[in-house]
């Protein structure tokens, strides 16, 4: 948008040349959200462990010299994909389980040994949008999320709080699960999940889809992934994708922008 390329209207709110007029451009924001469920965990095998500073220490200059121990993993080795329902074509829900306690993106471990399952829905039908602050490139852009906008999306989100307890009420949990911190057995009724879903609910960090590629009205970019109007000028990132995939970006955009070296390559 601040090259010109983009909504008409929103370039001439920042008296910006426009160079060509392309609705789509900030439009179709999507994102996957999840919410953490924790546990008590009754032996000391978490990365609690690593709370005490000299430990931590250690751990960091083993990694740095070898390579090697407990920094050398991001600790979310385990995972599922699950559907909420039987009649559904591939999962909507995916589970990262985390052997320690995440607080605050990290600044908290907790104040003892417990565990975590990241819970978050893979297909959210909500869509927001991205607009220009300025024509000033330092700015800040703004950022409408427009998140848990459709029934479907909250309903996914509940149902999988008790799917999530059965998980952890399977027999081979039971030797290591404690308590439940979060929400805690006091959360019950869908209202309640919902209150604490809405509180507790944070971004995934797969933000896609605002110069999506397709040939409707609102497509940015063609199916060679070259934009609309402009010769010699393609995209290659989660940006171009028409909607989220079905778990983390990193892999699909990677093949994406080697799939459009190849294209570029070819002419």
């Given at each position: ?44 095998i978490t990365l609690y462990s690593m709370?005490?500073?000299?430990r931590k220490a250690k751990t960091g ?150 110069c999506k590629m397709g040939i409707d ?51």
């Amino acid at each position: 948008m601040l090259s010109g390329i983009g909504p008409a209207n929103e370039l001439a709110k920042h008296l910006i040349p426009l160079i060509v007029d392309l609705p789509g451009v900030g439009q179709n924001l999507q994102d996957h959200l999840e919410y953490y469920m924790q546990y008590e965990c009754t032996k000391k095998i978490t990365l609690y462990s690593m709370a005490n500073p000299i430990r931590k220490a250690k751990t960091g200059i083993e990694w740095f010299l070898t390579g090697r121990g407990l920094a050398a993993s991001s600790h979310l080795e385990a995972g599922a994909f699950i559907s909420t329902e039987a009649c559904l074509s591939h999962p909507n829900l995916q589970y990262h389980f985390l052997p320690g306690l995440v607080n605050d993106h990290g600044r908290n471990l907790g104040d003892g040994h417990s565990f975590q399952v990241h819970a978050g829905t893979m297909r959210p039908e909500s869509r927001g949008y991205l607009e220009l602050s300025s024509a000033d490139p330092f700015t800040p852009i703004r950022i409408f999320a427009n998140y848990l906008q459709t029934d479907n999306d909250w309903n996914d989100l509940i149902a999988s709080i008790p799917i999530t307890r059965d998980i952890f009420n399977q027999p081979a949990f039971l030797p290591f699960k404690g308590k439940e911190l979060r929400p805690g057995p006091a959360c019950n009724t869908k209202a309640e999940m919902r209150d604490f879903i809405r509180e507790k609910i944070e971004t995934a960090y797969h933000p896609c889809g605002t110069c999506k590629m397709g040939i409707d009205e609102l497509a940015v970019v063609d199916p060679h992934a070259k934009v609309y109007g402009i010769e010699n000028l393609r995209i290659a990132d989660a940006s171009i994708m028409p909607s989220v995939t079905s778990g983390n970006l990193n892999a699909p955009t990677i093949m994406l922008a080697e799939r459009i070296s190849d294209l570029i390559l070819n002419g």
